[in-house]
């Protein structure tokens, strides 16, 4: 199965629809896992949703991130700055009830789940077991939570990273050794690597080939949608991927 990993989309509009494209070109995927931060930051929310709703392939999996669970309790303090409680803010004012209705009830309840694909133990987690919506995974971490899984995907940090971590096991035909797979696929819509392009990651849980990939998109055009509504810094940071 080739699994399409996408997180922080952020209400792109233009680099999601970039991402489909880039897919398309590809052999097709089965299905789609989704890490959380659908919305916020970008003023395309709503269409982000609609279009997730259209996706050709099944959601294998799809969780709620902080910006989502900020919609929820509307408690913005753990938020990085004033403009990002402003823009969050200001997102929940214009959600569509589609939107609404899909965090409600399409989004896992939380910032984490867990799931199989192919025999293949799966922890999709927004942030990390330290803190599933708030604190990400870090490339290296080796936190024995984990090593009950064969794959761990991971957002919220906005850093695309794949690393393998060898656990020990009681397993003579390994070595004693168990492996676990660590995916961010980055962000689609507030990549924050100085590569401003909508990134995400295609696993083929076959042969266990994992591809980081990145997607030109009209940066301008997105940019138009910004009219005032939130900070500027939110429009100006797409040119530089920060």
Known sequence: MKLLILSDIHGNLSAMEAVLGRVGESPQVDAAVLLGDVIDYGMHSNQV????????YPVLCSIRGNHELVMFTQDYSRLSSDRCRLCSQYTRSVLSDETWAYMMHAMWP??????????????????????????????????????????????????????????????????????????????????RNLTPMAQFAVLDTGTGAVALEKAPYDIAREQEAYTGQVHDFYRSRLEYGV
């Open 49 to 56: 949703v609609r279009m997730i709703q259209d996706f050709p």
């Open 110 to 191: 939380s910032g984490m789940q867990e799931f199989k694909v192919d025999g293949k133990k799966c922890l999709a987690v927004h942030g990390s077991l330290e803190d599933m919506y708030w604190k990400g995974i870090k490339p290296g971490e080796s936190s024995p939570g984990y090593a009950q899984y064969d794959y761990v995907f991971s957002g919220h940090s906005h850093f695309p990273h794949f690393f393998e971590v060898f656990y020990e096991a009681d397993c003579p035909e390994t070595r004693n050794k168990k492996k676990t797979v660590f995916i961010n696929p980055g962000s689609v819509g507030q990549p």
